[in-house]
Every structure is written in C-alpha cells, then in structure tokens.
C-alpha cells in the first residue's frame, strides 16, 4: 500500500494496465506452467503462433510452409542473454575448426545499453566494448562502433529505443559499415537488434525505416512483450532470422514430462499467463489496434513536450522518431537540480527519474518521463501542470534556500559524484541509468 501508483510511475516503459477481460484471463491460467508442453499443448501453440507473428512483423525470411525460430522468455533480459550465447557460441565453432583461439569474445555496443547487457558480459565472460557517448549524441556511433569491431567480436548490439532517449539507432548505417569491413577483413561478424522498447513502435509509426531482418547482417532480435507490447512484466520474446543461426548444442530434449520437448531457455517453470495474455492482445488488437495505440501515445508524447518547451526552462534531449518519450534538462541548474524537481514531483503522486547521462556524457542530468498507454491526454496536461507548480515553489525560495535544503549546495559535477557514491555502497555494478 506505501508503494507508488503504478498509472503515475513514468519511470517505467512497463504495462501497468490492461483490459478487465485480460486481468480474468490471466487469473484463469496462473496455475499452468508454462513449461509442461505435454500437459498444456494449447498454451505452447499459443506461443508458437505469437513468436511466429513476431517474426512476420519484423520481416524475417519464412516462408508460408516454414515456422520461425524464437521463444517466450521472462523479458527481454533473458532473451539478450539466449541470443547473446547463440552468437558465442558460434563464433566459438568457427573458431576451433580454424584453429584459432576462441578464449576472447566481445561484444560492441554503446554506453547507453540496459544492465542486461552488461549482466551478460559478466555471467558469460564476454569483454563488453562500449562506444562513449558525448554530449548532443546520445546513442552508439556506428561508425565508431565498426571501428572497434575485431576478429573476437561475436556481435555488435544496436538499440531500437535507447533507455535514456528513446532515439532508435541507425541500424541500416551500421549494417552497411560492418558489411564493407566485413568484406574487407573476410570476417562475418553479425548484429543483434536489442529492441526491447522499440520492437512494437517502429513496425506500426515507421514502417519504413529498416533496421530488422529486411538487413542481412540482423539475425537475431529480442523485444519486451511487456513494454509496449502491452502485457504486464514477465514476458519477452527472441527471435532469430533462421535456424542455422541458433546452434543446436544450445536447446535442450526433456522427455520427463511425457513427450520429446525440446528447450532454450534460462529459466525453467513459470506461469503461462503471460503468453496467454500476449496472444490475446495479438488478437484483440490485431495490427491496426495495435498502430493507433502506438499513434496515440506518440501524440501524447509531442503534446508533453510541448508544454515542457513553453515553460521555457528545459532544453528537450529526446527526438521525435523514437520511443514515445520526453527526455529534458534544465538549462540553468544555478538554484536547483533535476533531481529536485523529480523529489517534488512526488508529493503530487508522479513518479519521475533524474539520471545523469552514461560515459562520455556524465555532466549532463536529466528527467525522463515514458508514455505508457495508460497517460492519457488529461493526464499530460496535469502533468505539465504540476511540473509549472514545482517550478513556481522552487523559484520562490530565497536565492540558494532550495539546494541548502536538500543539502545540494555544491556543483552538478560534485552532486553527481555523490549520487554515484552512495550507489556504489550498494552496489559494485555500474548503472546506466533507469529501466
């Protein structure tokens, strides 16, 4: 009950709402397990049938006949890691039958990746190369990425929706600069497409941007069903261009709950909820319902951003072609801090992050607000309404009175290097900001 509102928690790219139907069919298949094929065959159909509208929609190469190659997983976390072992592993066979050493894989991609990445750096042993970002650029350079491309790099990670911006990557830049090395170097190092955030926006507002299968060197893609694929938390997909580019070594055959079920995931028993639900909005929706949801939060998102430029105190670091969301930092933080106003913000109920930017963008500080389905139009205008509110109540303090009394009297630099300090305490882990 002391937690916060989950309609008012901006922070989150995460469902917090769905149709009453929907809550009643996830209650009705809590108790299934999602695991027991056998047991539950309609429920893996379920699933087939929702990694093979993926697919479709993400313009992998099947055929009418054929059957796409991915998965349901617990988020796009578990599936960053599923697609990120197929490609070691690869790499790993080639290798060996070269002769070569194989004890050394990495990874490119940017600072601004989730912790999921780095997560998998670490629990497979995989060097994370990270591209800096800097400031007015806030998403992986795929030139510099290319640049620091080696035989050892068993993929470069492209974001289509970065978690501090929103802003998609040029995937089709990239796979054009790593096709010509490539060439250059005899080398067939691929790409991943983390798009977690972005996966059920680009297909359904811009259809014509290319950054999925439609380009060779993509063979595997992740995406949130439970972002804007419009399911509460605990489901994800992973979806590969085809079957050569998933190695067999990596799916399991179980035969001890009564059939030949073959597997590929981390996780084990879960709930088969999720995927019930995922199908069921495939359904309901269906493209077209799908399409004006997404329109409809990317008009709330211009309408939020609109109202923050007229208060005249934010710079907007966000673009318009991305995720629906407004990414803003003060243009004077003389008197008070972004993470000021995000302390304020709760006494009216939101819940909004301050961040500072990754590497090489640190002294930047910023607020991020997400337009989840469930932030209607009235709710933005109040939102920008009690942003005003926080303004007008800081201002009028006397002049240093706001940072004394959140004991911030010290410059952004020296307040960020606290933050990250006490974070430290905490934990070891570098964070990259907000999820």
């Known amino acids: 009950m002391l937690d916060g509102n989950p309609r008012l928690n901006l922070a989150s790219f995460v469902t917090t709402w769905m149709e009453p139907e929907c809550d009643k069919l996830i209650m009705a298949s809590v108790n299934k397990n999602y695991v027991d094929m056998d047991e539950y065959p309609v429920t893996t159909e379920l699933q087939n049938r929702c990694v093979n509208m993926i697919a479709h929609l993400f313009n992998a190469p099947v055929g009418d006949d054929e059957t796409a190659v991915g998965v349901g997983t617990v988020g796009s976390s578990e ?36 912790v999921c990445w780095e997560k998998f750096a670490r629990y497979f042993e995989v060097e994370l190369k990270e591209v800096k970002l800097r400031e007015g650029y806030y998403v992986m350079d795929p030139v510099k990425a290319v640049e620091m491309v080696d035989e050892n790099t068993i993929c470069v990670a492209t974001i289509l929706g970065s978690t501090m911006t929103g802003e998609f990557e040029d995937v089709k830049l990239l796979n054009e600069l790593l096709s010509k090395k490539n060439e250059e170097t005899g080398w067939d190092t691929p790409i991943h497409v983390d798009a977690a955030s972005g996966g059920f926006i680009a297909p359904f507002i811009y259809r014509d941007l290319e950054w999925d299968f439609r380009l060779p060197l993509v063979k595997s893609i992740n995406v949130s069903g439970h972002k804007y694929g419009l399911v509460y938390a605990g489901v994800g997909w992973v979806v590969w261009r ?10 399991f055959h179980i035969n001890y709950l009564g059939s030949d079920q073959p597997t590929f995931t981390l ?17 309901r929706l269906g493209f077209e319902g799908y399409k004006r949801i997404m329109e409809n939060c990317t008009s709330n998102a211009k309408l939020l951003k609109e109202g923050i430029v007229k208060t005249g105190k934010f710079n ?16 004077d933080s003389t008197n008070y801090t972004v993470f000021q106003i995000s302390d ?13 930017m990754p590497p090489d963008a640190e002294h930047i500080a910023v607020l991020r607000v997400v337009v989840r389905e469930d932030l209607n139009h ?4 109040r939102l920008v309404s009690d942003i005003e509110s926080v303004i007008k109540e800081l201002e009028e303090l006397p002049a240093g009175a706001s940072v004394k009394a959140t004991k911030v009297k010290r410059s952004i630099t020296e307040t960020q290097k606290e933050i990250r300090n006490s974070r430290r305490k905490i934990s070891d882990k570098k964070f990259n900001g907000v999820c």
Do not use: H
């Open 378 to 381: 009235s709710l933005v205008e």
């Open 242 to 251: 085809n079957k050569e580019d998933l190695p067999d070594e990596l799916i």
């Open 267 to 283: 996780n084990f028993s879960k709930g088969s909820s999720q995927i019930i639900a995922q199908y069921y909005q495939f359904i």
């Open 344 to 356: 304020y913000l709760r006494r009216f109920g939101w819940i909004v992050p301050a961040y500072t």
């Open 79 to 114: 599936a960053i890691m599923l697609a990120g072992l197929a490609f070691k592993r690869k790499w790993q066979a080639k290798r060996k039958a070269q002769g070569k050493p194989f004890d050394k894989p990495n990874i490119v991609t940017g600072a601004n990746v989730q």
């Open 316 to 331: 907007i670091l966000s673009k318009d072609v991305g995720v629906p969301l407004v990414t803003f930092s003060l243009k």
